[in-house]
Nanobody, 123 residues
């Protein structure tokens, strides 16, 4: 079993920054790629970013490329999402997840999820 706990969400003005953290326990953390997704009210959960097991490869949704940075610290069993130049359209609940299958953009290929953290960006 895997437990994931996100933190770091909050209310920020447009143009501001937030850093999300996701602490993992219950499994060898470095065995899997880790992803971030988000879900806005009335919308489907969408891919934000993913990082490989050792952190050497990262991928981003076009909507966040150049503004968000994903990283991980395997010694601390934690993955991060640094979010800069935030926009109102970034408002959503952000989830971290453990990738357990091959399609990193597909939420169905993630086997474990955190409870989410709310990010609200005001204009």
């Amino acid at each position: 079993q895997v437990q994931l706990v996100e933190s770091g969400g909050g209310l920020v003005q447009a143009g501001g920054s937030l850093r999300l953290s996701c602490a993992a326990s219950g499994r060898t953390f470095s065995s899997n790629a880790m992803g971030w997704f988000r879900q806005a009210p009335g919308k489907e959960r969408e891919f934000v970013s993913v990082i490989s097991r050792r952190g050497g490869r990262t991928y981003y949704a076009d909507s966040v490329k150049g503004r968000f940075t994903i990283s991980r610290d395997n010694a601390k069993n934690t993955v991060y999402l640094q979010m800069n130049s935030l926009k109102p359209e970034d408002t959503a609940v952000y989830y971290c997840a453990v990738q357990t299958n091959s399609d990193y953009e597909d939420p169905g290929d993630y086997g474990y999820w955190g409870q989410g953290t709310q990010v609200t960006v005001s204009s």
